[in-house]
């Protein structure tokens, strides 16, 4: 099984739909990001979490939120989604700064708003 | 805050050349630099690591160097092969935050 799993890995929903997308993983470590990748844009941060009490705003949070359900689980959502939301996103995980620091990636999540 | 940015965005070179991606960043207050592959459609791959205090690392036929005071860091990929062909990325801790770069496609030619 992968230390950082995604679901659902692909979705089509329509404009105004509420989507949830799910992260969870087994690697045990605190640190916890989304993000979203557009071609052309890179990798650009939404939401991050160092604990379940702890919940950090990126730089493009606008229209979605987080929950941060135990140390393992960390939800995206769109409350109502519109089509530039349509893009790639990824959940990773780190352990704490201090220990090697490296940040691991699930496999994606592919979501399209008609 | 924080600016990534790699050179080239594309690259295409023939089977069996030694090739060199660069990577540079603003603020040298890092606590450490991560190159990733990514196959199209796919996860990110972490390769190598660097912490702030170290130089290069290696792995393989991969070699990762860090001058953290001019703000730059190298992949180098000694006899590329067409399995090598993917987009690569560099990234940077800045305590908590992570920053990237939009990646370097590389296309090895067989």
């Known amino acids: 099984d992968a230390d950082v799993t995604q679901t659902p890995r692909n979705r089509i929903t329509k404009t105004g739909k509420r989507i949830m997308l799910e992260c969870s993983q087994t690697k045990g470590h605190d640190r916890m990001y989304w993000y979203r990748q557009d071609p052309g844009l890179g990798l650009r941060l939404i939401y991050y979490s160092f604990d379940v009490k702890d919940i950090n705003k990126g730089e493009i949070s606008d229209g979605y939120s987080v929950s941060r359900q135990a140390q393992a689980k960390f939800s995206l959502s769109l409350e109502s989604a519109i089509p530039n939301q349509t893009a790639l996103y990824f959940c990773?995980?780190?352990?704490?700064?201090?220990?090697?620091?490296?940040?691991?990636f699930g496999e994606g999540s592919r979501l399209t708003v008609l | 805050k924080q600016e990534v940015t790699q050179i080239p965005a594309a690259l295409s070179v023939p089977e069996g050349e030694n090739l060199v991606l660069n990577c540079s960043f603003t603020d040298s207050a890092i606590y450490n630099l991560q190159w990733f592959r990514q196959d199209p459609g796919k996860g990110l791959t972490s390769l190598l690591l660097i912490q702030s205090s170290q130089r290069e690392q290696t792995s393989g036929r991969l070699n990762a160097s860090l001058d953290k005071s001019s703000g730059r860091s190298t992949l180098y990929i000694a006899a590329s092969q067409p399995g090598d062909s993917a987009t690569y990325l560099c990234?940077?801790?800045?305590?908590?935050?992570?920053?990237f770069g939009s990646g370097t496609k590389l296309n090895v030619k067989p």
């Open positions: 990773a995980t780190a352990p704490p700064v201090g220990s090697s620091g490296e940040l691991f």
């Open positions: 990234a940077v801790d800045n305590f908590n935050k992570f920053y």
